[in-house]
Nanobody, 127 residues
């Protein structure tokens, strides 16, 4: 019954910005830590960012630190990924995921720690 609906992907020039959204339905949004992953062609799916059920705990993969920001809007049951200073190497299919494991402060980074996944949205950064 839990569904994740993504939006915001598209084509952007290097140095530009893009904001991804992922709306969660089916259960109370606060039950889930929310993460973003990405997968480029021919590469493994990679952890990008995570935010805990309570928004004070965050984690990012090193390659996006200082450029990407994950946030959540609890009244809208939506998680965002603000991507600034985009690089061609950021090009990938981006997936949002929800984890109902752990505590309110859990910040999972492994795919196996997530229970629900969105359909993915393409982000292409031109050079």
């Amino acid at each position: 019954q839990v569904q994740l609906v993504e939006s915001g992907g598209g084509l952007v020039q290097a140095g530009g910005s893009l904001r991804l959204s992922c709306a969660v339905s089916g259960r109370t949004f606060s039950n889930y830590a929310m993460g973003w992953f990405r997968q480029a062609p021919g590469k493994e799916r990679e952890f990008v960012a995570v935010i805990s059920r309570i928004a004070g705990r965050l984690n990012y993969t090193d390659s996006v630190k200082g450029r990407f920001t994950i946030s959540r809007d609890s009244p809208k049951n939506t998680v965002y990924l603000q991507m600034n200073s985009l690089k061609p190497e950021d090009t990938a299919v981006y997936y949002c995921a929800a984890s109902q494991r752990g505590s309110y402060y859990f910040i999972p980074e492994g795919e196996y720690e997530y229970d629900y996944w969105g359909q993915g949205t393409q982000v292409t950064v031109s050079s």
